[in-house]
């Protein structure tokens, strides 16, 4: 096809339907011949950085990368980081960490629900799945003091005890959630309009979304199980019972149904979780017999950091680590040259990877289609530039 | 001719004290932030829209066209390449226009101070109001836009001209 006949069209950065890139379709009319994503628009170098910190002190910094799902960056990071140490957190301090972790699972997806809602029309969606995220950020700033960027998984442990209160709230919280997820099934899941919108568009087949390596939710709507939690458990995981969500159509509609058929999983989990949560320290003896006064942390079950942390020198060595972050598989990678800094550190992130989905998924479609298929992917811009 | 005379009368008028206080009034209560996301600060910024804190009750409704916007919320960082896009989309906006800066990295850097890839916002902007916090609570957002009205209503912004 000749120049004249094509046209390239630019989308973003300022644009509803965008995000933090620009999109570069090249049309040929209405449909898409050719799909190019332009990222680095939020590449702010926190590998980079991370080279200049201690270690303590890279915990916030790896959750700056995806502030929707904080909890999973954080405990992957620090996973890898007790691989280098050679430390293992107590099991309550394991069960406080999937917990925090499932909260911000039901949360970053209901973030990415009302997204794609908004830019599908709906805008109902967009405030409904908000509204509805805040009693899960509420759970979790008990738990933590914050509402998105918890630093609540330390090397060794946590931070905080479970508040007194906090099961009876979190039962209320997952009973009112389950309620809520019947209303959306008839205000916005299967609502004709969504259908319309998102049944056979952007359809990646099981055989591309494993060859092209596009991970999380979006590979199991793909009809594969692969989940880290299932394949390689950490922490409590192997003692939770729950499913891999998969659906085999591939489209836009079938990652929505993943990410509502998940966030029924950690709902269950959670209920899980607050039944058979072990009583115990929350931090490791290696660590507790540094903070200054044990009865006093006993009591107000918080901990103030030993000034150890400021000083961590693993050994020599690498480590690595896998978590299922909630936009899919994320992977940290940390060496260390025995000095308080790492030499190097990496994070694969799933926002990255499920990235190339977008040429594969556009293809041939029309332009309307570009934000369904942006949204029902939920990639997060930062996540993905680091 | 006749054109020529009719502008400068209205601006003669726009510049009267009953007039300009209402035009400032009106302004106050209509502050649009474009749609213009520059980095994680963004989750939080649509938090503060949505039902538990509703910002629209303060007349703080995001829109999509550059043309019909006039606040440019910097949420969080920008990056050098996010830099020229910021610049192009104030440029776009009509006056009154104002900018508000979100998040400790957009005061100067935060957590990535020494990043080689950002820049200050007030480098490249002429910034109204800073929201301190990493990132802020949707609270200090609406806390923010309730000073910018004071500011508008009691004229201390840095355009002069209105």
Request: proline residues 6%.
């Amino acid at each position: 096809m000749s120049e004249e006949q094509t046209l390239e069209l630019l989308i973003g950065p300022q644009h509803p339907g965008s995000g933090h890139m620009r999109l570069v379709a090249e049309m040929d009319g209405d449909v898409i011949l050719n799909f190019e994503p332009n990222i680095g628009y939020v590449h702010r170098a926190v590998e980079k950085i991370a080279e200049t910190k201690t270690y303590v002190q890279i915990i916030p910094l790896v959750e700056r990368t995806s502030l929707p799902d904080t909890a999973n960056h954080n405990l992957g990071y620090v996973l890898a980081l007790e691989r280098l140490l050679g430390i293992d957190a107590p099991l309550r301090a394991q069960y406080l960490r999937i917990l925090l972790a499932e909260i911000n699972r039901i949360h970053s997806h209901l973030y990415g629900m009302g997204i794609h809602g908004n830019m599908i029309g709906s805008t109902t969606m967009l405030m409904w799945a908000f509204g509805d995220r805040e009693p899960f950020i509420e759970l979790a700033q008990r738990l933590t003091g914050a509402r998105l960027s918890y630093s609540y998984i330390i090397p060794g442990g946590v931070r905080r005890d479970l508040p007194q209160d906090f099961r009876n709230d979190a039962l209320k919280a997952l009973s009112y959630m389950e309620r809520r997820l019947k209303d959306y099934d008839r205000i916005f899941v299967h609502n004709p309009v969504t259908l319309a919108r998102l049944k056979g568009v952007g359809v990646i087949n099981r055989i591309d979304a494993a060859r092209i390596g596009v991970v999380g939710p979006n590979l199991r709507a793909s009809g594969i199980a692969y989940d880290v939690r299932k394949i390689e458990p950490y922490c409590i995981y192997p003692d939770l019972d729950f499913e891999v969500v998969v659906r085999d159509e591939g489209d836009a509609h079938a990652r929505l149904l993943v990410r509502i058929g998940e966030i029924e999983q950690s709902i269950s989990m959670i209920r899980q979780i607050l039944g058979k949560i072990p009583d115990g320290s929350i931090l490791a003896d290696r660590y507790l017999d540094l903070v200054p006064s044990r009865t006093r942390f006993e009591k107000r079950s918080s901990v103030k950091f030993p000034a150890l942390f400021s000083g961590l020198k693993p050994s020599k060595g690498e480590a690595v680590s896998r978590v299922e972050a909630s936009r899919g598989e994320l992977f940290h990678y940390l060496v260390s040259d025995g000095s308080t800094h790492p030499y190097r550190f990496r994070i694969v992130t799933p926002s990255f990877k499920n990235l190339i989905a977008f040429k594969h998924a556009l293809l041939g479609q029309k332009l309307a289609d570009i934000p369904a298929v942006y949204g029902s992917l939920d990639y997060f811009p930062p996540e993905a530039d680091r | 001719m006749f054109d020529a005379v009719i502008r400068r009368l209205s601006r003669a008028l726009a510049r009267q004290k009953i007039l300009s206080s209402l035009k400032d009034w009106g302004t106050s209560f209509s502050l649009w932030p474009v749609h213009f996301t520059t980095a994680c600060c963004g989750s939080e910024f649509a938090a503060s829209f949505c039902p538990r804190y509703d910002a629209e009750r303060y007349g703080f409704l995001p829109f999509v066209g550059t043309r019909q916007c006039n606040v440019l919320f910097i949420e969080g960082t920008v990056t050098k390449k996010m830099a020229e896009a910021a610049k192009i989309v104030y440029e776009q906006m009509p006056e009154p226009k104002f900018v508000f800066a979100m998040g400790a990295c957009a005061i100067d850097g935060g957590i990535f101070w020494n990043s080689y890839n950002i820049v200050r916002p007030h480098e490249i902007l002429p910034v109204d109001v800073y929201i301190p916090g990493c990132p802020p609570r949707p609270e200090a957002i609406l806390k923010s836009l309730t000073m910018e009205q004071e500011k508008i209503r009691k004229k201390v912004t840095p355009h002069p001209e209105n």
